[in-house]
């Protein structure tokens, strides 16, 4: 069941989707979702937490971190798709493929990322993102992710 979404939308309505809170929650907003594919954008602070220390005196943006932009981006849109319940379940990541760098990103940039969903089946999903700065392309990756419960404190890894 898809759900409709109208955009754009910011972190008030992100943090209803998403278990993520500050400073992990990376998504500002939100500016497109049709069901099929999602655009967020991401404000790059010159304060923020990824800054401080990775590259002293030539900040650049972690590459890891555009790769939890990107897979929070997929996250919400699987719940904004209505795909499972966001308040008792969460995705999690089970795997990258073809992960490119292309670009780095500094402080006061707008990093957009686009994602869209590739495949899912019963709990296991497959997206497909990339993310740019001023048009230009800074990462490309697929990724996979699984559907785990929130509240299972047994949950050591992903069934």
């Given at each position: 069941m898809i759900m409709s979404a109208a955009t754009p939308f910011g972190v008030?309505?992100?943090?209803?989707?998403?278990?993520?809170r500050r400073p992990m929650l990376m998504l500002d907003r939100v500016t497109k979702?049709?069901?099929?594919?999602?655009?967020?954008?991401?404000d790059t602070q010159p304060?923020?937490?990824?800054?401080d220390g990775h590259f002293p005196n030539n900040p650049i943006m972690p590459?890891?971190?555009?790769?939890?932009?990107i897979g929070q981006t997929g996250a919400l849109l699987a719940a904004l798709r209505g795909d499972f319940d966001h308040k008792d379940h969460l995705l999690a990541f089970t795997g990258f493929e073809k992960t490119r760098f292309r670009k780095f990103v500094k402080?006061?940039?707008t990093l957009c990322v686009y994602c869209t969903l590739?495949?899912?089946?019963?709990?296991?999903?497959?997206?497909?993102?990339?993310?740019?700065?001023?048009?230009?392309?800074?990462?490309l990756l697929e990724f996979s992710a699984a559907?785990?419960?929130?509240?299972?404190?047994?949950n050591r890894g992903l069934k």
């Amino acid at each position: 069941m898809i759900m409709s979404a109208a955009t754009p939308f910011g972190v008030d309505t992100i943090q209803e989707y998403l278990p993520h809170r500050r400073p992990m929650l990376m998504l500002d907003r939100v500016t497109k979702f049709d069901g099929e594919a999602i655009v967020t954008e991401i404000d790059t602070q010159p304060d923020a937490f990824y800054f401080d220390g990775h590259f002293p005196n030539n900040p650049i943006m972690p590459g890891v971190v555009i790769m939890e932009c990107i897979g929070q981006t997929g996250a919400l849109l699987a719940a904004l798709r209505g795909d499972f319940d966001h308040k008792d379940h969460l995705l999690a990541f089970t795997g990258f493929e073809k992960t490119r760098f292309r670009k780095f990103v500094k402080p006061n940039e707008t990093l957009c990322v686009y994602c869209t969903l590739v495949k899912k089946r019963r709990h296991l999903y497959k997206f497909s993102g990339r993310a740019e700065v001023n048009g230009e392309l800074v990462m490309l990756l697929e990724f996979s992710a699984a559907l785990t419960s929130k509240n299972d404190d047994s949950n050591r890894g992903l069934k």
